[in-house]
């Protein structure tokens, strides 16, 4: 691996969220610094092909220097430089919360006042009527024009689409942030914040094989939107294998699943003991990726106080971890639990990878954006789980 700096910047261009999530996109290997004014020596945060294994803060107290409390800690030195350096890393993995998730908590800390900002300026903390749930608005690279075959413009508050009506087209954002919402019993969910490179719509609807939309589109800002040639992409994906289709499409479902089972943790309907009835554990190796070939499986997080529903999987769907991927489910960040008559076949990896960097632009991006959407929503379910259920106001 050639070694060297192969990233450099201003914070205040590029937030430590969206370099964790450049750097983690790109698979990178090597050592981002954080480098303030307000601190003798750089935080360091270690990449092993894309995955954040450990971190350093000096100006901790010892217990809490290195791991996961200093990730959180860098969030609040929001002036300085940064360099990220490709190089083997030699420290040793005590990192195992995926990045979505740490970018997530990261921003949440800061936004609370649990993570102070470094700097010569003190941020009075938020009170707990001031307190709100933070989405981070997520970003896709930059857009493949040569998808794009039409552009629209919403402003502010227009509908984009709506939950359960029909559309077959994806669009990319060009500029401006989409909520994506989920219609409840107690009003309108925000789900998601998404924004320029994002993509609105599913791989379903350019595969044309489910036209319902599953969830509300309006634009946040004033946005531009790009119409992608939903044809090109089926063709795209049509000429991938039958197994790299087939997890592409159970990754498409498994947002669907997640989304769904998040709302019901919200509303507090999460009927976990019916989830999991007739159900033993599976025991999902580091290295191993599978496909259902019979049976049911059920992915759920455990908590410090709960078990949390993410996901019912079946035929043809996978399970284990993804090497090119992010979705901060099995095996660090979910438990497997399966039907008797379970079975499964495994995948080759590597083949899998392979065919993954070969993809044509925008349709590898569509399947990182999806994998990020279910990282950020089963945090969400995770907070939605700590939270009361608002009472449904009378009219």
């Known amino acids: 691996m050639e070694s060297g700096t192969v990233l450099t910047g201003n914070l205040s261009f590029l937030g430590l969220g969206d370099l964790l999530q450049l750097v983690g996109s790109n698979g990178g290997t090597g050592i981002l610094r954080i480098i303030s004014k307000y601190a003798a020596e750089p935080g360091l945060i270690y990449f092993d092909k894309g995955n954040i294994i450990s971190a350093s803060n000096a100006l901790l107290e010892a217990k809490k220097r290195i791991g996961i409390d200093a990730v959180y800690s860098l969030f609040g030195w929001i002036e300085g430089e940064f360099e990220f350096s490709r190089e083997d890393v030699q420290v040793q993995k005590i990192i195992t919360t995926n990045r979505m998730e740490i970018i997530l908590d990261g921003l949440r800390m800061v936004d609370d006042g649990v993570v102070p900002i470094l700097g010569p300026v003190s941020f009075a903390k938020k009170t707990d009527a001031e307190k709100g749930p933070t989405i981070p608005i997520i970003k896709g690279p930059l857009v493949d024009y040569m998808y794009v075959v039409d552009e629209e413009e919403f402003y502010k508050g227009g509908s984009i689409a709506q939950e359960n009506s029909h559309g077959a087209w994806v669009w990319v954002i060009l500029e401006g942030v989409v909520d994506i919402i989920k219609e409840t019993s107690q009003g309108p969910l925000t789900m998601l914040k998404i924004a320029d490179g994002a993509f609105v719509g599913s791989m379903g609807a350019f595969l ?26 089926s063709n795209d994906y049509a000429g991938r294998s039958r197994e790299f289709r087939e997890l592409a499409l159970s990754l498409d479902k498994r947002l669907k699943e997640v989304t769904d089972k998040a709302v019901g943790v919200y509303l507090k309907k999460n009927n976990i003991k ?122």
């Not at 999806?370 to 945090?379: D, F, H, L, Q, R």
């Open 208 to 233: 044309f094989q489910s036209t319902l939309r599953s969830f509300t589109a309006v634009a946040a800002t004033n946005v531009q939107l790009g119409v992608l040639d939903s044809q090109r992409l």
């Open 274 to 395: 019916e989830f999991v009835k007739d159900k033993k554990p599976f025991k999902v190796e580091e290295d191993k990726l599978f496909s259902i070939t019979q049976g049911q499986a059920c992915i759920i997080r455990k908590t410090k106080n709960a078990l949390i529903p993410l996901a019912s999987l079946g035929m043809d769907d996978f399970i284990g971890r993804v090497p090119f991927l992010d979705i901060g489910h099995e095996p660090d960040g979910a438990t497997v639990l399966v039907s008797e008559d379970f079975e499964v076949t495994e995948l080759d990896i590597d083949s899998l990878q392979e065919e993954y960097k070969q993809l044509p632009l925008t349709l590898k991006n569509m399947i990182e954006n999806v994998a990020t959407c279910v990282s950020i929503t089963t945090s969400s379910a995770v907070s939605f789980q700590k939270k009361k259920v608002p009472k449904k106001k009378n009219k």
